[in-house]
């Protein structure tokens, strides 16, 4: 999808097919990794097995010695992954729909959605009221509080997920580097910072604060295995909501 949406949505997505390594601290997940390479491969998706050297030849960054607590065993290579711009999605997808003849109200909160006879009629907006005939509810983190709305409670919770940015630097990582059993994961963006990232908050909230603690948790691990990162500075933190399923699967189905 991603090849060709930038010129569907005549929108530079800043695609970027870097390669996504993810990275295995034990034989059992290296295997469990294997048996998903496997299907992954039957889907036609290109995936291949890298040994520590191997990880070490395209990330010499990385340590691959046993001096990490969890030393790294192997990885799942993903040749084709990668990022696009979150913003450039948004403003993409926006435009397009605009020029399908979508009105977007920015700014515009609902604070309600008006029922008759069981059918849904219009939302309330914090401007007035708007009517319509079915209501696509898109709201991420904030199903639960639509939900709330009209008396129905989504089996969904919200977290929230920090982030965290660092400093620019010269050309330091050429892929998508994530570990799944440590819940970090780390890329350069085009512009030279490294984003680092980690797991939903264990706790649910509407937080958009980063805490202290969870940053320093991230950057001792991410420091384990990328030493030289030791000193470089971590210029911004945040946080926004996550919509999640118990078990994490999604929900599908008919109402
Ligand atoms: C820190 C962080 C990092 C992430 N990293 C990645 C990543 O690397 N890769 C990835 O694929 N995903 C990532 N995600 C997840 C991704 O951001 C979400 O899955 C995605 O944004 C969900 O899109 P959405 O349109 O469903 O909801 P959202 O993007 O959350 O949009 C919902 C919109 O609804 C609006 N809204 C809420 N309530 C109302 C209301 N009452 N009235 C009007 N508007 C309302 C909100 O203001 C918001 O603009 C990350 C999330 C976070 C928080």
């Known amino acids: 999808m991603w090849d060709d949406l930038s010129a569907d949505l005549e929108w530079n997505l800043m695609v970027q097919k870097k390669g996504i390594i993810a990275l295995a601290h034990s034989d059992p997940e290296l295997a469990a990794m294997r048996m998903m390479s496997d299907s992954q491969r039957r889907a036609g998706i290109k995936i291949e097995m890298l040994s520590p050297a191997e990880i070490k030849k395209k990330v010499p960054s990385?340590?691959?010695?046993?001096?990490?607590?969890?030393?790294?065993?192997?990885?799942?290579?993903?040749?084709?992954?990668?990022?696009?711009?979150?913003?450039?999605?948004?403003?993409?997808?926006?435009?397009?729909?605009?020029?399908?003849?979508?009105?977007?109200?920015?700014?515009?909160?609902v604070t309600g959605i008006n029922i008759d006879a069981e059918k849904v009629t219009g939302v309330e907006t914090n401007v007035g009221s708007i009517a319509?005939?079915?209501?696509?509810?898109?709201?991420?983190?904030?199903?639960?509080?639509?939900?709330?709305?009209?008396?129905?409670?989504f089996p969904v919770e919200t977290y929230a997920m920090q982030v965290m940015t660092t400093d620019v630097m010269k050309p330091f990582l050429d892929y998508y580097v994530a570990s799944p059993r440590l819940h970090f994961y780390t890329?350069?963006?085009?512009?030279?910072?490294?984003?680092?990232g980690g797991p939903l908050d264990h706790w649910q909230s509407w937080n958009s604060y980063a805490t202290w603690e969870e940053s320093a948790d991230r950057a001792s691990r991410i420091v384990e295995y990328f030493p030289d990162l030791a000193h470089v500075r971590v210029v911004r933190s945040w946080s926004g909501i996550c919509d999640c399923t118990g078990?994490?699967?999604?929900?599908?189905?008919?109402p």
């Open 132 to 153: 319509a005939g079915k209501v696509h509810v898109a709201v991420g983190g904030y199903s639960s509080e639509i939900g709330r709305m009209i008396g129905i409670r």
């Open 247 to 254: 078990d994490s699967p999604p929900i599908s189905g008919q």
């Open 187 to 196: 890329q350069q963006t085009l512009k030279g910072d490294l984003i680092l």
């Open 62 to 109: 990385i340590d691959i010695s046993d001096k990490p607590a969890l030393p790294i065993f192997g990885a799942q290579f993903h040749p084709e992954g990668g990022t696009v711009h979150h913003d450039a999605a948004v403003w993409g997808y926006a435009q397009g729909a605009s020029r399908y003849g979508v009105d977007i109200c920015v700014g515009v909160e």
